[in-house]
């Protein structure tokens, strides 16, 4: 069965702190893709990634940054974390990057910034 | 440049009854069409999608989309639902080629409450 795993559900950071969020795909996918989502504004597209070590500004990468080492793994990076980034980030990847890809998500991580 | 509207940010039914999610989109470009559901603490998956042919498209538990070029509209519709399918609806889009890549533009989300 397709899974894409955040490995944490629930975090709570400081403002200014460095804060890692990491997902791991186990479908052999090609690409990956951070979004964030917040209510009334939907999810919108931080970074993604079509192969290792390679990686696309999405719509809001301000403030963002992002790893991709090995093929399974996309990690978004906070560099210092600010209160306005306070909100659920939704790892996906999916095996075509052509326009009929399914995205395969993960159940998210809700990142409190205080 | 794509964008997507949700009318409606809350659509609260009672269950067995009829419903409707709005969505319409904006595009320079030919585009695919998705619905997207998202369970209380979960992740989204896919409901269904567009991607040519007959404009009616089913989907999973029981949900169809009808596709309306004419309109750029793209209408979830269930004919009686259940109170599991309380959850929060996105519609999404993508253009054809270009420099959407794997690029989806989703919608504000509306939250379906299936009442007893």
């Known amino acids: 069965d397709v899974k894409v795993t955040q490995s944490s559900r629930y975090l709570v950071k400081r403002t200014g702190e460095k804060v890692f969020l990491e997902c791991v795909q186990d479908?052999?996918?090609?690409?990956m893709f951070w979004y964030r989502q917040d209510p009334g504004l939907g999810l919108r597209l931080i970074y993604f990634?079509?192969?290792?070590?390679?990686?696309e500004k999405g719509d809001i990468p301000e403030g963002y940054s992002v790893s991709r080492e090995k093929k399974e793994r996309f990690s978004l990076i906070l560099e210092s974390a600010s209160t306005n980034q306070t909100s659920m980030y939704l790892c996906?990847?999916?095996?075509?990057?052509?326009?009929?890809?399914?995205?395969?998500f993960g159940e998210g991580s809700r990142l409190t910034v205080l | 440049a794509q964008s997507v509207t949700q009318l409606d940010s809350q659509v609260p039914v009672f269950e067995e009854a009829p419903v409707e999610l709005r969505c319409n989109y904006s595009s320079s470009v030919s585009v695919y069409l998705f619905w997207y559901v998202q369970y209380p603490n979960q992740g989204l998956q896919l409901l269904l999608k567009?991607?040519?042919?007959?404009?009616l498209v089913k989907g999973i538990n029981g949900f169809e989309a009808e596709f309306n070029k004419s309109q750029t509209s793209f209408h979830l519709r269930k004919p009686s639902v259940h109170i599991s399918d309380t959850a929060e609806y996105f519609c999404?889009?993508?253009?054809?080629?270009?420099?959407?890549?794997?690029?989806?533009?989703f919608g504000q989300g509306t939250i379906l409450t299936v009442h007893p």
């Open positions: 990634s079509y192969d290792v070590k390679m990686k």
């Open positions: 996906a990847s999916s095996l075509y990057l052509g326009n009929t890809g399914e995205l395969f």
């Open positions: 567009y991607l040519s042919g007959s404009t």
């Open positions: 479908m052999d996918h090609e690409n």
């Open positions: 999404a889009v993508r253009g054809f080629g270009g420099t959407s890549y794997g690029k989806l533009t």
